[in-house]
T-cell receptor, first 111, second 111 residues
Framework: AQRVTQPEKLLSVFKGAPVELKCNYSYSGSPELFWYVQYSRQRLQLLLR??SRESIKGFTADLNKGETSFHLKKPFAQEEDSAMYYC?????????????FGQGTRLTINP | DARVTQTPRHKVTEMGQEVTMRCQPI?????VFWYRQTMMQGLELLAY????????DSGMPKDRFSAEMPDATLATLKIQPSEPRDSAVYFC?????????FGPGTRLTVL
């Protein structure tokens, strides 16, 4: 079964410190993974996807198939990074593709 | 700047009442998703449509929930009868499986 696990519901770090939001997945096929973010009073939006191999707002995420992980990282946290982060996995259901989301991690950056 | 719209933004109702939530997807998007967000479960997919046809509603309690797309500009999610455990934020999204554009959500409270 397709599953995404974000083990930390809450994560708090100080401004300037490194950040790592953990995401593990379970999927029998070739995985495609994404990170979505929801800032306060804003809509949930796509942050990045692993196939793009890009850095968005200083965040990167590397797919590790051996560890079935897709952790989101940023070397120096900023206060504006405080938000809810969701990891998501592409899943195939009855010939149609959809995203399976994790439970989310609320990141708080302390000044 | 095209956006997904949802009405109402907030709804407080009593147990047993019918609740109808509406979504207007972005024009041209042929796939619409309904999600429920709670602290405990995170973001759960309830149903999704492509070209107005339901593709997957396995995440939805069928005895009380129903989702429809009467036309390309309107998607509805109904709960009848509502229960306190249905209290959550309900999101609609349109787009593609790999990039979904979310609405602002409907915050439902069932007393």
């Amino acid at each position: 079964a397709q599953r995404v696990t974000q083990p930390e519901k809450l994560l708090s770090v100080f401004k300037g410190a490194p950040v790592e939001l953990k995401c593990n997945y379970s999927y029998s096929g070739s995985p495609e993974l994404f990170w979505y973010v929801q800032y306060s009073r804003q809509r949930l939006q796509l942050l990045l996807r692993h196939i793009s191999r890009e850095s968005i707002k200083g965040f990167t995420a590397d797919l590790n198939k051996g560890e079935t992980s897709f952790h989101l990282k940023k070397p120096f946290a900023q206060e504006e990074d405080s938000a809810m982060y969701y990891c998501a996995l592409r899943a195939l259901f009855q010939g149609a593709q959809k995203l399976v989301f994790g439970q989310g991690t609320r990141l708080t950056i302390n000044p | 700047d095209a956006r997904v719209t949802q009405t109402p933004r907030h709804k407080v109702t009593e147990m047993g009442q019918e609740v109808t939530m509406r979504c207007q997807p972005i024009l041209g998007h042929n796939t619409v998703f309904w999600y429920r967000q709670t602290m405990m479960q995170g973001l759960e997919l309830l149903a999704y449509f492509r070209n107005r046809a339901p593709l997957d509603d396995s995440g939805m309690p069928k005895d009380r929930f129903s989702a429809e797309m009467p036309d390309a500009t309107l998607a509805t999610l109904k709960i009848q009868p509502s229960e306190p455990r249905d209290s959550a934020v309900y999101f609609c999204a349109s787009g593609y499986w790999y990039e979904q554009f979310f609405g602002p959500g409907t915050r439902l409270t069932v007393l």
